[in-house]
């Protein structure tokens, strides 16, 4: 009979991370490798390819903003409080965060918004920061959406 407390105990690091890897290989297949998006309950969904679209346009416009796009870092859909979502008419909103140089050169992180006319192919509305262009009624006013419903 062998003397289990003169044995040493295996390393588990090796085995935890396997584990952990295999949960988040098979939490991508649950979720189809789309990006995923919270919803209003606060569950990860997949998000739509309109809602990708929208998504990457909106991005697009707010790179185009900064004055340093090429060291903005971005936050993902499902992070915090990014996403994208369809308020009707295919006008689509979609928010974010940004850590970007200022005009002093510090990185700064700042919330940024855009309002999408994906029939229009145009930006309704894009606020970085405290900067802002367009006007968000005319988005409300696009995409009907009922009055009271928060943006």
């Not at 649950?30 to 990708?52: S, Y």
């Not at 346009?57 to 903003?65: E, F, G, N, P």
């Not at 974010?96 to 145009?122: C, F, H, I, K």
Request: aromatic share 6%; glycine share 10%.
């Amino acid at each position: 009979m062998r003397n289990q407390a003169s044995e040493e105990p295996k390393p588990r690091g090796r085995s935890v991370f396997w584990l952990s890897l295999a949960t988040g290989v098979i939490g991508l297949g649950v979720i189809g490798g789309a990006l995923a998006v919270r919803n209003a309950f606060g569950h990860m969904v997949p998000m739509t390819q309109q809602q990708r679209a929208a998504f990457d346009r909106s991005l697009a416009s707010v790179r185009d903003h900064l004055s340093s796009p090429e060291v903005a870092r971005f936050s993902t859909p499902g992070e915090g409080e990014t996403w994208a979502s369809d308020l009707g008419n295919r006008v689509f909103i979609s928010r974010g965060t940004v850590v970007a140089p200022n005009g002093a050169g510090l990185m700064v992180r700042q919330e940024w918004q855009v309002a999408y006319d994906a029939a229009a192919s145009r930006v309704l509305y894009l606020r970085v920061g405290d900067e802002r262009s367009g006007d968000i009624n005319a988005a409300v006013a696009a995409a009907k959406v009922p009055a009271g419903q928060r943006l």
